[in-house]
């Protein structure tokens, strides 16, 4: 995909992996919406990256994910502001088992408002032309991660959204492309935290799940998603692990 005055809406842009997600896609000549709900960081970044990129091509919208009308609003602000949106990225999550309902609620029902949102407005039976959504999974979408099961299980579950919603039948009706990018262990995730855990075993099964994974840039991670934007099929999953390009991993169906 040609980036060039095209609009990304990012949600969990102000910092880490959603702020490398919006420079690459300016750096390639795109326009982005910075959704986040942190108002302080997301307009310092909004407005270190319109020094570096241009303020026309920059916008910041405070997003709380997990409230459906804010969620709204900020795809109602960034339509108003830019004319269009073609790419949707979600990308905000939580990860920490300690809050397992929030965390529920930001990274699967954040995803799925997103989602939904997204085939709303950019939806060829809105007037849309179509477009790129990209839900932001994890290498525990496709290998549990015993550390911190509640965060496994809702990055399990965007796999499967991102398989049906990517399917042909939706994707027929509103030209809406969705695919599942999933990260192996980033630079900024190498320290072990324990207050995302909920036990010190919890902390112990941390560096079982990361065993044989080399940390990853952050930048990494942007220039290879954004990289298989245009190729990548509707529904299809990609790996990305070890600093190496991203890989489609297949999915087997069970056939009855």
Not at 138 to 161: D, E, G, M, N
Request: with cysteine; glycine share 8%.
């Amino acid at each position: 995909m040609d980036l060039i005055e095209k609009v990304a809406l990012v949600t969990g842009a102000a910092t880490g992996l959603g702020k490398a997600f919006c420079e690459e896609i300016l750096r390639l000549g795109g326009k982005v919406s910075i959704c986040d709900l942190d108002s302080d960081a997301g307009e310092h970044t909004a407005e270190e990256l319109s020094m570096t990129f241009g303020s026309d091509r920059v916008l910041f919208c405070h997003c709380d994910v997990t409230d459906y009308s804010q969620y709204e609003e900020a795809f109602q602000t960034t339509l108003t502001e830019f004319d269009t949106i073609d790419i949707v990225i979600n990308n905000a999550e939580i990860w920490n088992d300690k809050f397992w309902e929030l965390e529920v609620d930001v990274n699967l029902n954040g995803t799925i408002r997103g989602t939904l949102l997204a085939q709303r407005f950019m939806g060829r039976a809105s007037g849309g032309r179509g477009g790129v959504v990209v839900n932001m999974g994890s290498i525990t979408s496709v290998r549990p991660q015993i550390s911190t099961p509640i965060y496994s299980a809702t990055k399990h579950a965007i796999l499967a959204l991102t398989r049906s919603c990517g399917d042909a039948y939706h994707y027929n009706q509103t030209g809406v492309k969705v695919i599942c990018v999933c990260p192996a262990l980033l630079e900024n995730e190498v320290t072990s935290n324990s207050k995302r855990f909920k036990s010190p075993n919890h902390e112990k099964a941390w560096q079982l799940d990361i065993k044989g994974l080399t940390p990853q840039k952050l930048e990494h991670v942007a220039k290879s998603s954004i990289a298989i934007l245009k190729d990548a099929s509707s529904g299809s999953i990609w790996l990305i692990a070890n600093g190496k390009a991203a890989k489609e991993v297949p999915y087997s169906a069970i056939q009855f």
